[in-house]
């Protein structure tokens, strides 16, 4: 069985940084792909970014430049750096895994409790 354990949420000003992390385990991680999406309140799930084990990232175009993943092999852990954050980025923040997908397609399937594969319970991001 896949655990995914999202921490390194908070409350944070704006224009201010975090960094989320995401553990795994239970799985051989071979051609794995890993990603970050959210979800606030009374809006629909949103994809971030997703890493795969070729090492290409793709990014939801609205956040790329201040958002960046990436995963320490050694440990199985994927990471969110988050600069500059906004109030609009408030939400609970969400890893996600799968195998056998490019991190492109992942993008679009990861928010999907059909095709996500795995998620973990999240962390909370309040930016005010």
């Known amino acids: 069985q896949v655990q995914l354990v999202e921490s390194g949420g908070g409350a944070v000003q704006a224009g201010g940084s975090l960094r989320l992390s995401c553990e795994g385990s239970g799985r051989t991680y071979f051609n794995w792909c890993m990603g970050w999406f959210r979800q606030a309140p009374g809006k629909e799930r949103e994809a971030i970014a997703a890493?795969?084990?070729?090492?290409?990232?793709n990014y939801a175009d609205s956040l790329k430049g201040r958002f960046t993943i990436s995963k320490d092999n050694a440990k199985n852990i994927l990471f969110l750096q988050m600069d500059d954050l906004k109030p609009g980025d408030s939400a609970l923040y969400r890893c996600?895994?799968?195998?056998?997908?490019?991190?492109?397609?992942?993008?679009?399937?990861?928010?999907?409790?059909?095709?996500?594969?795995?998620w973990g319970e999240g962390t909370q991001v309040t930016v005010s």
């Open positions: 996600a895994a799968s195998w056998d997908v490019t991190a492109a397609a992942y993008l679009g399937l990861m928010t999907s409790p059909e095709t996500g594969a795995y």
């Open positions: 890493l795969d084990s070729s090492g290409r990232a």
